[in-house]
């Protein structure tokens, strides 16, 4: 079920719950499946995506700004981006994940919305339907400039169980 | 500047401030704008999409669910869907346009996550990016069954001020 | 398997087949499946979109471009053109429907290219990728002006079969 | 202008030509335009995804599948297979980028179709509309394994240029 506060014309985005009602793992483990998903991608290691963080329903990770991640003007390159949101999205399907089952990318969407400058980069993805064999997240990725964060790029993933 | 609430493992999201930090119309007469784009727009009409509330940066709109307005399996078809949240985006995106030009959608991408079944449906734009030539909105679409809002559809729409 | 042309620089773009290995219907009544697709839709006749002919893979469809399916500025609103693309992906996923599913869209993404106007809407969908559970289809519209045709959008539709 | 050959139910994909009328480049230096925006990006060059061959309006790259850029299951990550879709979209479009501007992603959205696996990747990006600031760009991406092509993902792109 879903629960609304009211909008009202303040200036500011009111928020509103868009929260699924169940998203309590099936796997105990689901930590531990998280975590290979993090450790056995060969790709994310050389990119020094981490996970920092996550529970159900939702993942937590981070990167360092490393020189061999950027695009030709300098800034964090929209694939640097794109991975850090598609496997984000992928971890926080992850945590619902049932025993057996593996999380594949089906497709997803990405807006680039602020050049990537800075230290680090941090994504947040959370699952908003999770269902028995197809679950969409969306990620959000910040990037950290001395000290500031600010949202760079918001993502839209969908993600097969098989 | 982007305000964060740090995520915990409460099973529930814990909610983050995306909000632009200048969302303030440069068009003293937005909601003018605002109100031509839905009531100038015949297929708004005829699908009965009605502009409900707005502010700078948002829209909301809602729509009875008619008999006309479903796909084969009796739900509400994914092109009126679609609809609501392309041209709720498009407002959102109006309220912050400069006088002189209008808004046109570039893209935009909807994932459908439940079946859209009920009496009406309400739909939530939102900017979260406000360019001088492109701007980003979300959109989130409910239906509303019995008194029960569900969320049914989420969407990214990049549009074009011209 | 694909085929290739190597692309040489022609200024015009050199053809490359990407069709499917095997895009036979299961169901042999598929035609009778895609023409109820289009007739139980109340949203499509609503529209006028008509199946004008199909095959095993793809769908093609029309719509006389009425007064009642503008935008503000007098072109084919873009809920038009999406749910064009967005139905017809689904009848050419249709088209490839074991008997006893259905087909539902799981997501889509269109780029709106051109404004749409002129006396008509086509569209060609095509089946791109026929999983089990997950198909994938292209979509092109086209506005037809004058007697002349071009391509207003291009989509691409993730379709469930359940 | 669009030329159009009929559909017809061969099994097969007849071809439609989708060309823009004029994808001649107002840089008459665009080949080293092009060349920079691959020479430059660290990450691109860091991946080992190399331009293979370009044209007005289009460009191929090629990659080999090194086991640092997989996924948890072994096979290309989505994001080595997204960086190479949206870098070639922003090549095909630097050729036809005017002199003084560059070419920036906006959004883009790619279906994974098959799991990317064998020794290389090839990309083959297309412009299909070319306006002065906003032009919409397709990716294929196909791996080739023991000799054999398949097409592994599509994607759509949009790209500014400012």
Redesign the interface.
């Known amino acids: ?2 629960e ?1 506060i009211p ?7 009111e ?5 699924e009602p169940d ?2 793992p099936s796997n105990p483990n689901y930590a531990d499946f998280v975590r ?2 993090f450790a ?8 020094g995506i981490e996970l920092a ?6 993942v ?1 990770t981070r990167a360092a700004l490393r ?7 300098g800034f964090a ?4 981006v ?3 949101a ?2 984000s999205a992928g971890g926080s399907a992850g945590t619902l994940c049932p025993v057996g089952k ?1 999380v ?11 050049p990537g400058k800075g230290e680090s980069l941090r994504c ?1 993805a ?1 699952v ?2 999770a269902g028995r ?2 679950t ?1 997240s ?1 990620s ?1 990725v ?1 990037a950290i400039d001395a000290g ?4 760079i790029a ?1 993502a ?1 993933v ?1 993600l ?1 169980l098989v």
């Open positions: 079920m879903t609304s909008f009202r014309d303040t200036g500011r985005k928020l509103e719950f868009t929260v998203l309590s290979h998903q056995d991608a060969t790709f994310i290691r050389a990119l963080d996550f529970g159900p329903g939702w937590e020189p061999d991640l950027l695009q030709q003007d390159h929209a694939g640097v794109s991975t850090m598609d496997h593996k594949l990318t089906v497709e997803f969407k990405i807006n680039l919305l602020r947040r959370q908003i339907r064999t197809i969409v969306e959000e910040f500031v964060e600010k949202l918001k839209l969908t097969a």
